[in-house]
């Protein structure tokens, strides 16, 4: 995929990012924890948008050489289980910004998270903590926590097949677009342009 530019110009860097798509039937389920919020100056995520994200957005110029590095990750890695097993604050639950959805750090995700990274150059000093966001607190956190607790075990799972390159919407803009889902695995001989949702 390339991106469009003008005569003689460099391709515009798209603001991208790995991740894992939630599946629409826990995506909703999830979505409706929020509900509620908005009064208390949190700003909740559309539940077409939920995701777990693998590698943290950058500026990709080349958005075709991101889907080859992903599809070469994702095709070492079978599929797995998503645990998603706590409702709650954080990322410190006494001064939050987000309402977010925990995931176990099984082993799996663990070693795809830091593969992906690898691939793509990038480091994270603090441990890998999984987890979905449901709204991000734009008001003082200690607040909203205290007026509406939120401390809730669940038991979701989700089979992940595949990871997905997604495209941030531009400023001003709603919306993450999935730009390709690259299949793990055992679904890894689909081809590249198979595998495409642009």
């Not at 208390?40 to 948008?49: F, I, N, T």
């Not at 991000?136 to 926590?145: E, K, L, M, P, Y």
């Not at 097949?161 to 997604?166: A, I, K, M, R, T």
Request: some cysteine; glycine content about 8%.
């Amino acid at each position: 995929m390339t991106l469009p530019r003008a005569e003689g110009s460099e391709p515009t860097p798209a603001r991208v990012f790995v991740g894992i798509k939630l599946a629409p039937e826990i995506a909703a389920r999830l979505a409706e924890f929020a509900i509620g919020l908005e009064r208390l100056l949190a700003r909740p995520v559309a539940a077409d948008d939920i995701h777990l994200t693998l590698v943290p957005p950058w500026n990709e110029r080349s958005v075709g050489d991101a889907i080859e590095k992903i599809g070469r990750v994702a095709a070492r890695f079978s599929p797995f289980t998503l645990i998603i097993h706590h409702l709650g604050y954080g990322p410190q639950p006494r001064r939050p910004r987000l309402l977010w959805s925990d995931c176990s750090a099984g082993e799996e995700i663990t070693a795809l998270h830091a593969a992906l990274l690898e691939a793509f150059g990038q480091t994270e000093e603090r441990a890998f903590q999984p987890h979905v966001t449901l709204a991000r607190i734009s008001g003082t956190g200690a607040a909203i926590a205290r007026k509406h607790p939120i401390d809730r075990q669940l038991a979701l799972t989700q089979r992940v097949q595949s990871v997905e390159l997604f495209q941030s919407p531009p400023p001003g803009g709603q919306g993450y677009k999935v730009l390709a889902s690259l299949p793990l695995g055992e679904m890894a001989g689909l081809s590249l342009d198979q595998a495409h949702r642009a």
